[in-house]
DNA sequence: CTGAAAGCGCTAACAG
DNA sequence: CTGTTAGCGCTTTCAG
């Protein structure tokens, strides 16, 4: 395709003079500018977005770190991101990971090369010491709370969410608790469940902790773990509406009754969750994207606290 | 950043030897390679990929058209993608275009500025007279069939799978089906879901479909407006499973018993229709996805057909 | 095996 | 108001 020199030179006028007419820069003369245009729809011309972004320093682009790409929560903070994204003309990339350490910091190395103005992580897998030296390069927000202060962070109080969960089990008068986490003990949410659960029920019995859930499917894992044992659970927590559907599923498949024979409650309000009428922790991970976008534009390094919600609907 | 001169420079050799090292190009002496090597790792340099991708002509990166950033059906769509993408080292760009015509040109000008490879396009708004231009400039695949040579698409045949759900229900005896689709009548689905009504059922009563929804709200509307009538739908058939789960609620919601009163069957076999029981017309989204995806890579312009699948549920 | 030099396509400081 | 020119950072002929 014709590039900026040619239509210079059939428009007659110099580089410069294109480049202004193509940003509208200080003043050109009516006539350059017509002449410039005419050839630019002529040769139907768009300038090269690289070599803009190259000389510029600056893409308008930004990552967004997703471990997994068919986990709701992650999707719910991608569609956040989005949201905003669209409405400030930036462009947003996903970067999968699978919690790859070295995947994970070829993302980072985006930032580096130039290619992304920042990136957004919903969940991560290096240690932040290997992480904060990338804040260098480029923006960097988390969406969970850090006190890196190189490090901008839209996050929730998952430790208090988690604590109100577990009382409100309580106070209806559970004391067989069950509840079902992401990735094993390596992760953050899990430490912090592991942590109010016992806060709340004093000791943490391993067999009602059910590790590596994200979908549907690993809630009918849970389920069939979990409801079978000789001191059956009276009620479960689980990490995601959809692991909440699954274990409700195997739950009435056996015919037990919720939340007679089993209350459960979810995370994150998810359709399946609304649809089941299963009660929720809602972190409003929408919101936590939304903020995370904006606070990367800001090239902001606040830490703001998106407020959890909890809905109460039959399931419990 | 230091940049290759740098390196160079400080290796004691030429640009061309350090790019040579930088992307193991033919032989380099083992010392000079040393060299080379140490100062990288000193300066903890990175190549700007930017640079790269202007002089490669190349990006590797493809973007992904989403009108919306809120719909399960194009995020099943989406996951096929990444899927895919992840596998093959590709990087993915997320477009929304909200159906606006020049928001969605704005995303093809990014094949024709050299800044995507190719183009995957879930649902669009503008005309095929408008966009085939743009195959010159990079791979577009259609996630919807269409017969212009320059375009590849991974489809399914949704006139064979309407018409199929529709016979499905008359064959259980109903014969006042209400139906819901996404846009009006500009839609390519729109368009043939009512083609089929209409082959199956003979007329198209404009009082049984319910147009513009995409989720679980949408469907609690369509309910409103359908279940309260004076002839009332004995089923319905939603164009996805969020939809047909808002049904599902608000039927329950006034006493309706599914699929006694009511017997629903929904679209692309998701996790709430999945939850709640409900009958399913499965296009096979994610699949749909990587078939596209794989069709950018290889610059093919195929037309790949993905089978549909029926999920027989409770609720019909 | 290695280096010089010519770009890729664009922006912006500077001089006029 | 306009043109010249020096880059942005990299790859790849083409000689040697």
Chains 1, 2 share one sequence.
């Not at 350490?101 to 240690?127: A, P, V």
């Not at 059910?210 to 690993?218: A, T, V």
Request: glycine share 6%; with cysteine.
């Amino acid at each position: 395709m014709a590039n900026i020199n040619e239509i210079a030179k059939r428009a007659g006028v110099s580089v410069s003079t294109v480049s202004r007419v193509l940003n509208n820069h200080s003043y050109v003369s009516e006539e350059k500018r017509v002449a410039v245009q005419r050839v630019i729809d002529e040769l139907d011309y768009t300038p090269n977005r690289l070599a803009v972004d190259l000389i510029r320093q600056e893409t308008r682009t930004i990552g967004v770190i997703m471990p997994y790409n068919n986990n709701p929560a992650f999707d719910q903070m991608l569609h956040g991101v989005l949201n905003r994204s669209v409405e400030q003309d930036y462009t947003v990339m996903v970067l999968p990971t699978k919690y790859d350490l070295s995947k994970e910091l070829d993302c980072f190395n985006r930032l580096k090369n130039k290619q992304l103005d920042g990136i957004i992580i919903t969940s991560r897998s290096n240690s932040w010491d290997i992480l904060v030296p990338y804040a260098k390069y480029g923006a960097i927000v988390a969406c969970e709370y850090t006190d890196h202060p190189e490090i901008g962070c839209a996050y929730m109080d998952r430790y208090a969410s988690y604590l109100e969960a577990f009382r409100l089990l309580r106070e209806r008068g559970h004391s067989r608790v069950a509840f079902t986490t992401a990735r094993g003990t390596e992760s953050n949410s899990t430490k912090l469940t592991i942590k109010a659960y016992k806060q709340i029920f004093g000791d943490y019995p391993p067999a009602y902790h059910i590790g590596d859930c994200y979908r549907l499917e690993d809630g009918l894992r849970a389920g069939e773990q979990l409801l079978h044992a000789a001191l059956r659970p009276t009620a479960v927590y689980a990490n995601g509406d959809e692991v909440a559907a699954g274990i409700y599923q195997y739950a009435r498949g056996i015919q037990l009754e919720v939340p007679e024979d089993l209350a459960i409650i979810g995370q994150e309000n998810q359709t399946v969750g609304i649809g089941l009428g299963l009660a929720s922790v809602d972190h409003q991970l929408v919101k936590v994207g939304e903020q995370a976008f904006d606070l990367i534009i800001q090239k902001s390094k606040n830490k703001i606290e998106i407020p959890y919600k909890i809905h109460l609907r039959q399931s419990i």
